[in-house]
């Protein structure tokens, strides 16, 4: 690797602004990826049912895995043995891994924290498993990825100030020890901030995390249940906190309409399982709607999925075929379904940062957002 590349890895270049919206690329140490980017998730070091080259025909630039996940099944010391997780799952380009703070969210029932980390009942097979921050980020390092999250703890929406109070300071001490744990200064790490549904917690947590030297910050705990709107508020009062030459990542959001409304707040990175697992059950993407290609009508209909879309199941196939797989629950159904929608992500991640760029965005968000509501109602 040349001392230049060298260089920018860590490097956010911001391009173009428009109002708190903003595009630009970061720089990591297998490529770099222009902002605002949705990752496609791969959970277990694959995105449902496609394989690296299908999602690299998507126009996806980075993608997500999981530390967790990895960990237990197969193991990262063996994918590190192997050649770390770019070789193992033949992706080339950027990957980001989530620490496992969500799975504390999510597998409540199967952990106790403590303050030294967390233990988990393997939902695999039961046996106990311990993360700290710094195994954690061992783990991640083993991986190999690109950019490492910090430990933290996800809680519900609807803790109390107090609980969220307590967690808080548990998660920031974390992320302290995580900086400290770091040995490749190749890999990025992110800080997460958290603060449940509490505006003043939030820009504490935010400005706190902002004094740490992360090389990017992350907005974590919301998309748990609370409303649209709490979770619009919420990420507002972030963005208002957290520093323009950092980038900012909003953890597992969302709907396309979603992503449109939080670009407009200054939000630069996305990750949402919504594509893959909306497609195996028929919701497909296109304009600024969705259909459930299992109805009746579509049965018949010669059509592709979408006009103008340039997927490769757009190209080749009808709506009536994506139609009679899905009844026949043959699996090529949904992943051709999900190639569409891997598609129509990045296609909206496209015009979003055009729009920025050509200075339009405004207008954009709003045609969007008016034609995405009024489908809402019919």
């Known amino acids: 690797m040349s001392e230049e590349k060298n260089k920018q890895i860590g490097t956010f270049e911001i391009h173009a602004e428009e109002d708190k919206a903003r595009t630009g690329v970061l720089h990591t140490a297998h490529g770099s990826f222009q902002t605002p ?17 299908q999602l690299t025909e998507t126009k996806a630039e980075i993608i997500l895995t999981n530390t967790y996940h990895l960990h237990l099944r197969p193991g990262d010391e063996r994918i590190a043995k192997l050649g770390g997780i770019h070789r193992f799952m033949g992706w080339e380009g950027p990957i980001l891994s989530d620490s496992g703070g969500y799975q504390v969210f999510s597998l409540a029932k199967l952990r106790d924290i403590n303050p030294d980390g967390v233990v988990f009942q393997s939902h695999i097979n039961g046996a106990k498993v311990s993360f700290t921050p710094e195994s954690v980020i061992g783990i991640q390092e083993n991986l190999g990825v690109d950019i490492m999250m910090v430990l933290d703890e996800c809680l519900p929406h609807d803790a109390s100030k107090e609980q969220t109070q307590g967690s808080w300071k548990l998660t920031k001490d974390w992320a302290e020890r995580s900086l400290k744990a770091r040995t ?5 790490i992110f800080g997460i901030a958290q603060g449940a549904m509490f505006e003043d917690l939030r820009r504490q947590a935010c400005s706190e995390l902002s004094e740490l030297p992360f090389d990017g910050l992350a ?20 963005t208002e906190v957290l520093p323009r030459e950092k980038v900012r990542y909003l953890m597992g959001v969302g709907t396309p309409f979603d992503l449109v409304e939080s670009v407009a ?9 919504i594509p893959t697992r909306s497609a195996r059950f028929g919701r497909l993407y296109l304009g600024k709607s969705w259909i459930n290609i299992k109805n009746k009508r579509f049965r018949s209909d010669p059509n592709p999925i979408e006009e103008n879309c340039d997927c490769y199941t757009c190209s080749n196939f009808s709506r009536a075929y994506i139609s009679h797989l899905m009844h026949a629950k043959e699996m090529l159904g949904a992943q051709l379904a999900s190639l569409h929608n891997l598609r129509f992500y990045q296609r909206l991640m496209e015009h979003i940062r055009a729009s920025i760029l050509q200075g339009n965005f405004t207008s954009f968000a709003r045609d969007f957002r008016e034609e995405w509501l009024a489908q809402r109602e019919d």
């Open 37 to 53: 980017a949705f990752m496609p998730v791969g959970t277990q070091g694959t995105v449902k049912g496609i394989t690296p080259r």
């Open 184 to 188: 490749n200064k190749s890999q990025l």
């Open 219 to 238: 907005i974590g705990g919301l998309s748990v249940g609370e409303s649209i709107n709490l979770m619009r508020e919420m990420t507002e009062v972030c």
């Open 265 to 273: 707040l200054g939000i630069d990175m996305f990750d949402c399982v």
